[in-house]
């Protein structure tokens, strides 16, 4: 009953489409206006992020989540 928290979709690069699906998906529930999403670097996942950088760079790819605008959906 008292949604308060984020929700940040992060999937592969090759898997943006997805992403956007679910998000639209999400963003017309409850969780209106708390969904945020990832684009991942093309060739890059999360765990490639993380292997390569380390959590620096998954807070850092948190951290650039966006909401996608009503228009562009």
């Known amino acids: 009953k008292k949604l308060t928290a984020k929700v940040i979709i992060?999937?592969?690069s090759d898997a943006y489409k997805d992403a956007v699906k679910l998000y639209k998906r999400l963003n017309s529930s409850k969780l209106h206006n708390r969904v945020m999403i990832v684009k991942m670097p093309e060739g890059y996942?999360?765990?490639d992020v993380y292997e390569?950088?380390?959590k620096e760079g998954v807070i850092k790819i948190l951290q650039s989540a966006k909401k996608i605008k009503e228009s562009l959906l």
Request: charged share 35%; net charge negative.
């Open 10 to 12: 992060v999937l592969d």
């Open 45 to 47: 996942d999360i765990s």
């Open 52 to 54: 390569k950088i380390g």
